[in-house]
Nanobody, 123 residues
Framework: QVQLVESGGRSLEAGESLKLSCRMS????????LGWFRQAPGKAREGVAA???????EYSDSVKGRFAISRDNTTNTLSLQMNSLNADDTAMYYC?????????????????WGQGTQVTVSS
């Protein structure tokens, strides 16, 4: 059984930076795809960033150049460094994992999810 626990979300102002963490435990393949998704009120859950065991990394166009995903295998932690935040980044952020998603940014392709951590950016 896979467990994912996010932390780090808070309220902050536009232009600030924030780092989210996801503590992972259970049977997660070293080659699994690990991703960060977000969901704003009234909107669909969207993929933000993802990486696999071969260090292949993807970002959505809306965060490319501002966000960075990373993994620490010694602590089994997935992180998301977010810079130059703006109000459009306000959302609940989720960590997700799956051995073989069809598409890295499609939520239905991921079987394992954390409970989410809220990020609120005021302009």
């Amino acid at each position: 059984q896979v467990q994912l626990v996010e932390s780090g979300g808070r309220s902050l102002e536009a232009g600030e930076s924030l780092k989210l963490s996801c503590r992972m435990s259970g049977e997660i393949s070293k080659n699994a795809c690990l991703g960060w998704f977000r969901q704003a009120p009234g909107k669909a859950r969207e993929g933000v960033a993802a990486m696999d065991g071969y260090d292949s990394i993807e970002y959505s166009d809306s965060v490319k150049g501002r966000f960075a995903i990373s993994r620490d295998n010694t602590t089994n932690t997935l992180s998301l460094q977010m810079n130059s935040l703006n109000a459009d980044d306000t959302a609940m952020y989720y960590c997700a994992a799956d051995d073989n998603p069809v598409r890295w940014n499609r939520a239905v392709d991921f079987r394992n999810w954390g409970q989410g951590t809220q990020v609120t950016v005021s302009s």
